[in-house]
DNA sequence: AATGAATGAGCGTTCATTCAT
DNA sequence: CATGAATGAACGCTCATTCAT
């Protein structure tokens, strides 16, 4: 009757459900998307859903904990294009792959922190980058590069800026967006007394 | 049979529906909210609800109007108390009174515009806000004040700076509160690039 | 649209959906009845089941309540229709009444005490019954009427060949039920050691 | 790769799946025990279980059929042990033998005749053991031991009595249990009019 | 205007059964 | 024979909304 395989292995099984419900809890919303909504557009049976998550807030942690694993090793490996004492380099290969990664994710980020956010705050990707960005600017303080009064609200104002600004809508354009990475650029190297 | 009066004008019982459901919005969430817990809330029957709104969207649609009305209001008069060409107190209000709006709002305005936004943008406090921002910018610089090259995206990267900055949690210390409110006008004068 | 009124008391609801549901369970199986079938049955949507009851289970608790507080009575009752030293006569009435009573409520005993047992065991009707055989027992031998070594045994032993009895299939003809109650009360007289 | 042999003779397979349900379906219950808590307790995969039984309710007939085949067996070589006229001894053989098999094989009987009882009333034990019982008493009034007017209500009398005082819980109790055994053949002795 | 009983579509989850490997 | 991934019908329960009183 049917052409494909029947049994696929778990790991594309899960990735098929994950992808088809980040992509419906993206366009509905995680409460306006059914399990039945899921599995329909992962073209499996409803029970098939339970083979692989045992709830429906099971998936969202998982898509969550794949986001976070994707930016962190992101941007991490921007940042470490450029080794000290280019710290200028670093700062703007942060701020520049943050908010690629964002605009990137799309609201991938806003839904899975910010509509939907994980019952405790560990691990959230919103501390562990702020985190990498306080630390950026306290090496960069010591080495000389910049001065900041308090790295940590510095940090979290920087932060908030990219991320509020990139969730704005209209950054499909490609020159938008461009103009919009130089403009954050600019203000990260201001916020720390830097001419960029 | 009661002592208390079984109808009151419709604009009182609006607000006690609406006092309720924004106390029940902000403790346990939209979806998580039904009907039957704010006009339990409300001490009044479930029928009354739909007297006064035609659905439970309605009424989430109610609050928000009425937190963009408040946060405009009091920004616009806060603004309104330095006459150009003091630019600078014109900023600098802008910036303090609309950061301790937010944190006296608290979650609401992240109730009713991040986490259940409006089908459309229309009428969104970010924009009536960051419209505002932006002409400020403009007339600043027109002004002689400072400069900057793109009064748009600086007032979108500021007004979500402060945004974000300001709903990061444990800002319910007052001493926190002050250096936070300290760090963000700093941070608006360096990306205008004034001194302070 | 309806000719009937659309509310009706609340304990008359409560009434017709325990007898649908005790005509239910009785016919297929507690596991087996749904909800739906109960309301159909009843003539409700499936939702006014839960303005009665909070779970399937409830009504379960609630059939074997109704059921109790009827037998305790009808027995108590009948019983008390013979005046000591007429300890015979007592016995007789509790065993004729305790049967016909099995029979009259059919299979339901059958239904909430074996088959769906309540969680503890307190308030069986099966331990009140034996209490009140086991007391009558004694206050017979007290009274001189009979002797019983040991009479906790002796009531657990008739009451359960009285439950067993009862239970059998067959017993629709009023025929052998008159013989069969005949025979359970020369039995009783019989375990006492009275000619009857 | 496995050290055991993957494959069993089919008898063996349907011991061990029947003994897993047996113990399953006593703990929880019948409609409580899914196939999988079966085939995982008796370490074989779920489909195996579709191997020896065509579905859940046929392995529930078959550890029935189990149970009858064991009773009647066991109860039957009792009797015989007491060769005519001692009618007195098969009739304590009878009931001795009856109530401790009762005894071992514990909340068995109750499972499968009692809460799940089969479709059709053929092959009840409780048949089978009572048109033993019937027998004894007729070829005992025949034989002169002793009379009785019905002996197949009596059957069904003392039969019920029996499993009835049995099922009582507080029978764990050896001492108990030996003073139930006495007690029911008394009963048994006192019903036929024997002094025992 | 106010009430709250009644409605019924909808959802998350379970599990007996099938069948390709 | 044995496996276990896949299926999908079914169920208990919720809750926004309606409407007769």
Redesign the interface.
Known sequence: MSSKPRTKPATERRDELMNAAEKLFLERGF?QTTVEDITTAAEVAKGTFYLQFSSKTEILDALRQRFVYNMANTVTTAVEACKPPDFEGRLAGWARTCAIQYLESGPLH?LVF??APPPN?EGLTRNILIDSLEELLKSGAQGGAWSV??PH??A??????????V???GNEDMEMRE??LA??I??FF??V?VQG
Chains 1, 2, 3, 4 share one sequence.
């Open positions: 409460e806003h910010v509509i705050r009064d308090d609200l510095t979290v104002f920087l932060f908030n800026a990219l991320h509020g600004a969730n704005q809508p103009k919009l403009a954050i600019t203000h201001r916020s007394g």
